[in-house]
């Protein structure tokens, strides 16, 4: 799938976005060397999308990290590539990491190249207020079952 193809004018369609959207996941999982499954994944008819993922296995059971993300598809202009990135939150025995500096609350954004098909380095972010800081603690209860949402007409 050419991701580079797709623009405002001409967005994915909701086969296209549910195929792409596991498609960098799987890649990102490969980048982070581990198991990603998504348990929140929503759709929008203009051809964005968010997976809500976490890694299928505690990252380092002895300590009990856990790691939780989004992987974020969006359409540009005619013109302008894509744009996908990934925000991962850790946790440590189902409590949520952080830098001290930000009072813990900070979480790591990749952005992923759309015309190399590669995931760049991880960058360390302070979270904006209606972005991050009301997750303080793993949200296993939702890990059950995969809730889809869509924004069609």
Known sequence: MNISSFDTRTPP??????????????????????ELLTFKEHYVEEGSLVLTFRSALLLHE????????????????????PTVDAELLLFCTGQRMGLQMQRGNTYLRLSYDVENGAWGTVT??????????????????????????YDWS
């Open 62 to 81: 002895t300590l009990g990290l856990q790691l939780e993300g989004v992987l974020l598809f969006d359409v540009r202009p005619p013109g302008e590539l």
């Open 13 to 34: 369609s909701r086969v296209e976005q549910e195929r792409l959207g596991h498609t960098l996941l799987s890649d990102l999982a490969t980048h982070l060397k581990t």
């Open 124 to 149: 360390c972010l302070a979270d904006a207020p209606e972005e991050w800081e009301g997750v303080t603690r793993s949200r296993e209860a939702q890990y059950a079952e995969v809730v889809r949402t």
